[in-house]
């Protein structure tokens, strides 16, 4: 769809909406998964960026193990509902594996943190973190889930888990279902009409009165604007 | 990105020294004038138009760092712009100890393809500081003098606003503003009981179309990531590719210029650049030079043009070329609204930027610091992306519980899924951007040992910010909190004191930083004359907010677009009357 195109459509207002879109190819509607795995971001990039996203695709950080437990956390901290996936569901685990290159000053904490894990594990129920039961995973997670509450020992893995629970509300807030979750109804071209009446009315709010004549009216958005030598809008 | 390298046969009669708002506006204005123009630009060719160019309208999921910054792109990874703070094999310094963060963008448009389009006129107090309070120096020309062109720059490239009839804050050519969002609505009526006045925002993006060229706002908040049906203003889509399809203009992309060539005269005779395609050096002669590469790359470039003819550069004999430099002061505080937990959804996307502002509103000989700052406003349902939920260990404890008890921060689970999506859409945010006043003693100049990748010698800076910013970023502070608090808000994180200036931004952040080849009729205490031409070489001219004598609290690029209208009138005066 060339820009003249996309301009008749915008003219025109609501017919706009699904087509713009539309020179995305299916491909580009891609699960996350699978997006993070065909390249790097996509749109106008330079040349030293390409090669950065793919060098950092082509990298593995995280080992097997490490990436079982993460599968396991990542779901305690945003597990699936009636009304939405898991993060492992959408693809969680392997943002972050991105995410530990892309920042590398992730990494150091976030190793520590998933070894701290054995090393609890080993302390409270003599085996490794991956033998343990989901009562017994819960039981270590409330340790450091909660700053507030957390006894001092604990401070550095409080701080480990906070970045974990951060990266996972990150990877899956950013994702088509953590979209549909959240409730975001942006990103489609509209016409901004103000506040809907009756959240207006909710809030007790109006417009204030001396905009309300200046203000853009949805059906002029076509209308070429021209002004007299005062500044006054006349067409 | 499209490689352009020409022969060094080529001459012009005008060679224009970057693409951005300055470089832009000439290379429009120039050209028109029948003038051949060769536009030299040290990043790539850009157009958001093009399908393989867009960022505009694409998810997170598209990015697998899921939209978060980078090195090249800091303000997120579909941010149209390119460069960022830190740019690899172009590096500069600092002195003393002292702080300057220096933001570039090497792309055609240059950081109008960042910028948040605030689009304000400088006021008639505006040139006249000096006069008011004392400090500083008063400008050449007066509001007067730019006014045509504020007015020409409106009608040219679309800006939204409402006629306030405030004296200091110039009435345009208004395209209709949007409504408010609703997080306005509740900061306004905190600013109300604060006797804080909030008005519409002058931004520019076409709200209405201006002409047949350039599509109309869709309103999908995402201007920073460049417009694909030019609703909004970058120098790239509105001028530089306008300019090109009309007249004679050539566009040299990816290339870094290191020095104006001069003859025995001194007068300029064109450029010596490097490609950083093939990094060999080329030249290119013209009649006239226009820099528009910034206000520091500018003076870099003519500290850097050092001949026989001028040993110390050009407009380097009086000591005055770096100095002044000065940015906007800024700081910022943010609150949450509960009354906003759990809001209703609707796309509340809007344009990208606010729909209402503060503009500067009290009187300086009442308060202990001079000169006076806007208010800046964000909020809202903002698209989700990398950092949504983020700091739930300390945002939790906004939320209550069933027994109405403050709820324990951090968590996970099904809860936690529940409270991202109960506090979202429900912060807000206040930036304060202010005038300082500008000083001898912050400077740029070049570094005797280090040069970038290309062999030329970069700048150092030395900056430090005095009281008078200071204190005008604790009034922000006060100002921020009184305003939250009365709009139901509850203020985020310390209040900022002393220990951190008030949290004052390092000098550069705000990236509105000026003055470094000022303007003035004494050619002993300036660089350029009043039309922007160098004293002591009249075929220079600088175009960006080099210029400015002195940076009001508006954002600068409308007043540079005006400045830049005006001078290459004046070239083409000057040309005609065989002058130059």
């Not at chain 2, 505006?126 to 007066?142: E, Y």
């Not at chain 2, 300086?364 to 989700?384: T, V, W």
């Not at chain 2, 280090?450 to 008078?468: A, C, E, M, S």
């Not at chain 2, 070489?537 to 907010?545: E, I, M, S």
């Amino acid at each position: 769809m060339n820009r003249r195109e996309n301009l008749k459509l915008l003219f025109t207002g609501s017919v706009g909406t699904g087509l713009l879109l539309t020179g995305c190819g299916p491909e580009e509607q891609a699960l996350p998964e699978n997006a993070l795995l065909a390249g790097g971001t996509k749109g106008y990039r330079t040349e030293e960026e390409r090669k950065r996203d793919q060098e950092l695709l082509s990298e593995t950080f995280f080992t097997e193990e490490e990436i079982k437990k993460l599968n396991i956390l990542v779901d305690i901290i945003i597990p699936k509902d009636s009304e939405s996936p898991s993060a492992t569901e959408v693809g969680v685990p392997e943002f972050m594996e991105f995410i530990m290159k892309d920042m590398p000053n992730n990494q150091t904490p976030m190793r520590g943190g998933l070894m701290w894990l054995d090393y609890e594990a080993d302390e409270k129920f003599g085996k490794p973190f991956l033998e343990l039961s989901n009562d017994q995973v819960i039981e270590i997670v409330e340790l450091v889930a909660w700053p507030e509450r957390a006894s001092p020992e604990y401070q550095g893995a409080v701080k480990w888990f906070n970045m974990l629970r951060n990266l996972t509300c990150s990877g899956y807030f950013s994702t088509e279902a953590g979209w549909k979750y959240i409730g975001y109804k942006g990103n489609q071209p509209n016409v901004w009409d103000g506040v809907p009446q009756e959240v207006m009315d909710k809030h007790g709010f109006s417009l204030p009165e001396k905009y309300i004549p200046i203000y853009l009216k949805p059906e002029q958005r076509g209308v070429v604007a021209t002004w007299d030598d005062e500044g006054n809008l006349i067409g | 990105m499209s490689f352009q390298i020409k022969s060094s046969t080529d001459s012009y009669d005008v060679i224009i020294v970057g693409s951005g708002a300055g470089g832009g506006m000439a290379s429009k204005v120039l050209s028109e004038a029948g003038l051949s123009v060769a536009v030299v630009e040290a990043g790539g060719d850009f157009d958001p138009a093009k399908e393989e160019d867009r960022t505009q309208l694409r998810p997170p999921w598209e990015s697998p760092r899921r939209g978060a910054g980078t090195r090249i792109r800091p303000f997120g990874d579909f941010d149209a712009a390119i460069g960022g703070w830190d740019i690899e094999g172009e590096p500069y310094t600092r002195k003393n100890g002292t702080e300057f963060d220096w933001f570039r963008s090497r792309m055609v448009g240059g950081r109008t393809n960042h910028w948040g389009r605030i689009s304000l006129r400088f006021g008639p107090n505006d040139f006249k500081r000096a006069s008011i309070d004392g400090l500083g120096d008063d400008w050449p020309i007066g509001y007067d003098d730019i006014k045509p062109y504020y007015d020409k720059v409106d009608k040219l490239i679309g800006v939204f606003g409402s006629k306030e009839g405030i004296y200091n804050e110039p009435d345009g050519f208004f395209l209709p503003p949007p409504k408010p969002r609703l997080h306005e609505l509740f900061i306004k009526k905190g600013a109300d009981q604060s006797n804080v006045p909030m008005i519409p925002g002058r931004l520019s993006m076409l709200t209405r179309p201006i002409n047949n060229e350039r599509g109309v706002c869709f309103f999908c908040r995402q201007c920073n990531r460049a417009c694909q049906v030019y609703a909004d203003f970058s120098a790239g889509t509105c001028l530089v590719h306008p300019a090109m399809k009309k007249g004679k203009v050539d566009l040299y992309t990816h290339s870094m210029v290191r020095k104006v060539t001069t003859n025995e005269e001194g007068k300029a005779t064109g450029v010596s650049f490097v490609s950083k395609v093939d990094m060999k050096e080329y030249k290119l002669k013209s009649r006239v030079v226009v820099l528009g590469a910034s206000a520091c790359e500018s003076a870099r470039i003519m500290m850097n043009s050092k001949s026989t003819s001028h040993p110390n550069g050009i407009g380097g004999d009086n000591g005055i070329l770096g100095r002044y430099l000065h940015d906007s002061t800024g700081a910022s505080r943010s609150g949450i609204v509960p009354a906003l937990f759990g809001r209703d959804r609707y796309n509340e996307d809007g344009v990208g930027g606010m729909h209402m502002y503060t503009p500067w509103w009290l009187d300086n000989k009442k308060l202990d610091f001079a000169r006076g700052y806007h208010i800046e406003y964000s909020g809202g349902m903002s698209q989700p992306g990398y950092g949504e939920g983020s700091g739930m260990d300390a945002m939790r404890k906004y939320l209550k519980d069933e027994f109405g008890n403050p709820k324990e921060g951090g968590g996970y689970g099904e809860g936690l899924k529940k409270d991202v999506r109960e506090l979202y859409g429900a912060r807000i945010g206040l930036a304060g951007r202010g005038e300082s006043v500008p000083r001898y003693d912050n400077y740029c100049e070049i570094d005797p040992n280090t040069v970038d990748k290309y062999g030329i010698p970069v700048l150092r800076f030395h900056y430090n910010w005095t009281d008078q910013e200071i204190k005008q970023a604790k009034h922000m502070q006060d100002t921020f909190e009184e305003i939250l608090t009365n709009a139901g808000a509850i203020p985020l994180g310390k209040k900022q004191g002393p220990e951190t200036n008030y949290g004052l931004a390092a000098p550069g952040r705000i990236i509105h930083e000026v003055g470094t080849v000022r303007m003035g009729n004494d050619p002993k205490t300036s660089v350029l004359n009043s039309n922007c031409q160098a004293h002591t070489c009249n075929n220079l001219f600088v175009v960006d907010a080099g210029s400015f004598v002195s940076q009001a609290d508006k954002n600068p690029t409308w007043t540079i677009l005006a400045l830049s209208w005006r001078t290459s009138d004046y070239i083409v005066d000057q040309l005609n009357k065989k002058n130059i």
